[in-house]
């Protein structure tokens, strides 16, 4: 992997992972302001470790520290179950009490919760995993003609041969085709 791919592809992570703390935070808010007492000191007291733990793991992350990358990627998989579950918890209140807001929300949180969860694909990807621990295994460098891509799906990072990639290649993360057919005409 290109230094300056996976450095732009780390920025990216760091970015979306603060994102994430953000909504987050503004969720701790919204729940802080309606309830009893001791339901919200409870959620609160909890919501605030997390984003202190979030916080640190992503500087750790950011600063290439030993196995962040690993508390990084359980970090965006429990924020993305979060959201998962307070987004369908949202839809189905708002749709019973036909509230569009809400329910517009809890389908957003369910998108992002979504998205946040295929970004740990870029995590796995070996070729990260070398530059991130910045090991030098010739097996995962790249060929001559071999260029980096990402799945428009799934967003997996690959290693792939333009003049060679046609609408039957598939993601071997996601089995979704690569190519779109109406790009390629």
């Known amino acids: 992997m290109s230094e300056i791919a996976a450095d732009d592809?780390?920025?990216?992570?760091?970015?979306?992972a603060s994102l994430n703390l953000l909504i987050f935070a503004l969720i701790l808010v919204s729940i802080a302001s309606n309830g009893n007492d001791i339901f919200v000191g409870?959620?609160?007291g909890f919501g605030l470790l997390l984003i202190f733990y979030g916080i640190t793991v992503i500087i750790g992350f950011y600063q290439m520290k030993d196995n962040y990358d690993?508390?990084?990627?359980n970090l965006?998989?429990?924020i993305s179950v979060i959201f998962l579950v307070i987004g369908v918890i949202q839809t189905i209140v708002g749709f019973l009490a036909t509230e569009l807001f809400l329910s517009t929300q809890g389908i957003l949180l369910i998108?992002?919760?979504?998205?946040?969860r295929r970004r740990q694909a870029s995590l796995k990807n070996p070729q990260f995993i070398q530059w991130y621990y910045q090991e030098n295994n010739s097996d995962l460098n790249l060929r001559q003609e071999e260029v980096y891509?990402?799945?428009?799906?799934c967003s997996?990072?690959?290693?792939?041969?333009?003049?060679?990639?046609?609408?039957?290649d598939r993601c071997p993360n996601c089995e979704c085709l690569l190519v779109n057919l109406k790009e390629e005409e």
């Open 9 to 16: 592809l780390r920025r990216r992570l760091t970015t979306f």
């Open 42 to 44: 409870f959620i609160l």
């Open 70 to 73: 690993v508390r990084f990627g």
């Open 76 to 78: 965006e998989q429990f």
């Open 111 to 116: 998108l992002l919760g979504n998205s946040s």
């Open 149 to 153: 891509a990402s799945c428009p799906h």
């Open 156 to 168: 997996s990072l690959l290693a792939v041969i333009p003049s060679l990639l046609g609408p039957q």
